[in-house]
Each structure stands twice: as structure tokens, then as C-alpha cells.
């Protein structure tokens, strides 16, 4: 089956009862048993819910993988696969990753005694240099937020194999339909999705999909142990959104090109950050590794004043200055103080996150129009 028919029907069934061709929303916390431990296969919304269910198969499918589990945000997905851990073990991370990852890394699970490691990947050789007997997973964006940074999946899932720990991949900015890292050797797969996979900026949730079965047990275990998943209509709002993930990702993807191409001729632009540059520090794996190189793309303004980054980010019409990003509207964001700001400056700026960096998450309207919107805000 192919992409664009997986998105519509893997893991999906018409309602037996009404021939409904959308999944029902089970807006419903518990379900009644015939007998004591006999049921339909659902005893407690918590632990599994249909709606959830049809989800998670659909989300497992898309991705290549055997199992999948939905939670209340992406960043719950996260502190599920953390929670795998124990004190005294060790993860490496991308140095250059979501401000809220390193937030939950640094402040919540340091305390309980795991150490974290942050290096850059674009070498894999900084992996190498931290890794030891205590390290139990290593942590992968790429394409990294905000710089855009591509990682070599199969060359760290090497590493993680020769030294027996869980490679988990952050594919949010690729999405299934551009990047598939289970392929490529990753053990889990983490997506917030809130953003790409929903499409549409009205709901909030993660999820994570993997084929083992041992790791899915453990998965599982802690979902319902800790609670934390999403509820039927959120579940709802992303299958409706999977089912034109391939028609809006080309679509980002066209019109991210013609933005970045854009702004790396624009005078007062000193940095462009986008894959799919020949120039772009990776370029050649992400040609092997992605379909395509999606619709985000991050620059910097000569000078590096912050207030000419603020300037910008207020002068725009189109593009609307939020957080988040992957819905169908054009969404731009000031990294420094938005999405990285609980990194500390010294470590942003060893990345790259400098204060005139500007992040866009180019959507679906009429490229013409946001071209026109963004000259007008930098000039």
C-alpha cells in the first residue's frame, strides 16, 4: 500500500453499526462488561480507547512500525520514553534540539540522576567520544529545530546498535511522508502531533511508534501507568488531518523551496538555514534520507540586532507570530525568546540560535502572497 493510501485507510474500519465511513468519537471513560474481566476488548478509556486505538494503528502504519501510543502532547510522548530510564543511566542528545526537550531533560529528569550529554551530530564522531557503558538511549532531531541541522539516522543507529542502546528519532518536521526512521535503523519513532500530522493548529498531542515488542510493552505500561493520553476527539481531529498529510506536505515542501530560495538573496539576510541548499552542512544524507525537505526554514539578519528580528517578526500580515508550526497557516517565531528561550544563551549560541535567528513554518496559501508579505516586513 502507498503513502497516500496508507494516510486514508491503514488501521482504519468503516462502524459496523452505522456504516459510518469517519472513525466514531467514543467520548465515553468506561465500558460495561458482561462479566467480571469479559468484555469487548476496551475496560477503561485510560488504557484504551477506540477512537485512540484506530490512531495509534494508523499512525503505526504510516510509519512503517508495528505499534503506536498517543499521548496528551508531544512532550508527554517524550517523558514517557525517559521514564524507560533509571538513575545513573546516560542519554546523548543533538545539542541543537526544541527548548522544551532540553526543559525536561535538564530540570525534571537531571534531579532523578540521569546525566545528559548534548553534542552536535553532524559528526557522528561526538557521539562516539561521550558514549560508555552507562548510556541507554541517544535522543535524534533531524531536521533540528531551529537550525535546521541534518543527522545520519543510519550511522547513529550503528552506534547505538554496537553499544546496545535505544535510538529514538524526533521525526516532527519530516513527518512520515518525508522521513521514515524506523527504516533507517531508529528504535522509536516520537512525533508532536500537534503540528504536521493534525495540520491545522487546533489540537495538542504526541505520539511515539516502534516494532519492537518488548519496548511497545514498555510503552504501554507506562501510558496507562502515568496516564497521560490524549482524548477521543483529539484523536479524532489527527486522523481527520493524517488523511491529507501527503497533499499539504507537498505543498510546505513547494512553497518552503521558494521561501528559503528567497531569502538566501535577500540583502539584508546573513544566514539561511534550510536542507535542501547544496551548501546545507548534510545535504547529501538528507537527499538520501528524506523525500523531501519540507516546509521549515530558519534565517538570520545581518548585524544580529534583536531588535531587528523583533521588528520583522512584527511587521509581517501573512505569517502569524505563534508558536508551534505544521498547520496549514504560515506561523513565525523569534527562537530566542519563544521557543528556545529556556535554553541558556551561551548554549543557544554555540548552535546557532543567535538573536536575529527567525524561524518560519511556511504553510499552504499562495506562495506569491507570502514572498510579497516578507519583503514588505524587511524592507
Keep these: 500500500m502507498k503513502f497516500g493510501t496508507k494516510v486514508i485507510h491503514a488501521g482504519l474500519e468503516y462502524d459496523s453499526k452505522t456504516g459510518a465511513i469517519m472513525t466514531p468519537i467514543y467520548q465515553t471513560s468506561t465500558y460495561v462488561q458482561s462479566e467480571v474481566g469479559k468484555h469487548k476488548g476496551y475496560a477503561y478509556s485510560r488504557t484504551l480507547n477506540p477512537t485512540r486505538d484506530a490512531l495509534e494503528k494508523n499512525l503505526a502504519a504510516i510509519e512503517n512500525g508495528k505499534y503506536g501510543a498517543c499521548f496528551a502532547s508531544g512532550m508527554a510522548a517524550i517523558d514517557c520514553v ?3 530510564l533509571e538513575p545513573g543511566d546516560e542519554v546523548i542528545s543533538s545539542a541543537d534540539l526544541y527548548g522544551g526537550s532540553y526543559r525536561l ?8 540522576g540521569i546525566k ?5 551530530m553532524n559528526d557522528t564522531s561526538e557521539i562516539e567520544a561521550v558514549i560508555n557503558e552507562k548510556t541507554k538511549l541517544i535522543w535524534v532531531e533531524t531536521p533540528t529545530n531551529p537550525m535546521m541541522n541534518i543527522i545520519d539516522i543510519n550511522a547513529v543507529s550503528k552506534i547505538s546498535k554496537d553499544n546496545n542502546c535505544i535510538l529514538a ?7 512520515p511522508y518525508l522521513q521514515n526512521p524506523l527504516d533507517l535503523g531508529a528504535d522509536i519513532v516520537m512525533h508532536s502531533a500537534t503540528k504536521y500530522l493534525g495540520g491545522h493548529s487546533d489540537v495538542v498531542m504526541g505520539a511515539l511508534v516502534c516494532s519492537n515488542e518488548d519496548l511497545a510493552k514498555e510503552i504501554y505500561r507506562i501510558q496507562n501507568s502515568c496516564g497521560a493520553v490524549c ?3 483529539d484523536a479524532f481531529l489527527v486522523l481527520r488531518g493524517i488523511k491529507t498529510l501527503h497533499l499539504r506536505m507537498q505543498r510546505h515542501s513547494e512553497n518552503g523551496k521558494v521561501v528559503a530560495h528567497f531569502l538566501k538573496n535577500h540583502p539584508k539576510v546573513d544566514g539561511i538555514y534550510w536542507p535542501g541548499f547544496e551548501t546545507h552542512p548534510n545535504h547529501d544524507i538528507a537527499k538520501k534520507q528524506m523525500k523531501g525537505f519540507g516546509g521549515m526554514v530558519s534565517f538570520s539578519l545581518k548585524g544580529n540586532k534583536l531588535e531587528d528580528a523583533l521588528d520583522v517578526v512584527k511587521k509581517v500580515k501573512i505569517f502569524a507570530l505563534a508558536e508551534s508550526l505544521g498547520g496549514v497557516e504560515s506561523l513565525i517565531g523569534h527562537p530566542v525568546t519563544m521557543t528556545h528561550g529556556a535554553i541558556p544563551k551561551e548554549e543557544r549560541e554555540k548552535t546557532g540560535v543567535v538573536d536575529s535567528l527567525i524561524r518560519l513554518s511556511v ?4 506562495v506569491e502572497d507570502l514572498i510579497a508579505d516578507l519583503e514588505q516586513a524587511l524592507n
Excluded: L, R, W
Design 169 to 175: 528519532v524526533d521525526n516532527t518536521f519530516a513527518t
Design 105 to 112: 531533560f535538564t530540570t525534571i529528569f537531571e534531579q532523578y
Design 82 to 84: 525517559i521514564k524507560m
Design 363 to 366: 504553510g499552504v496559501e499562495d
Design 231 to 233: 482524548g477521543p476527539q
Design 116 to 120: 545528559f550529554h548534548f553534542v552536535s
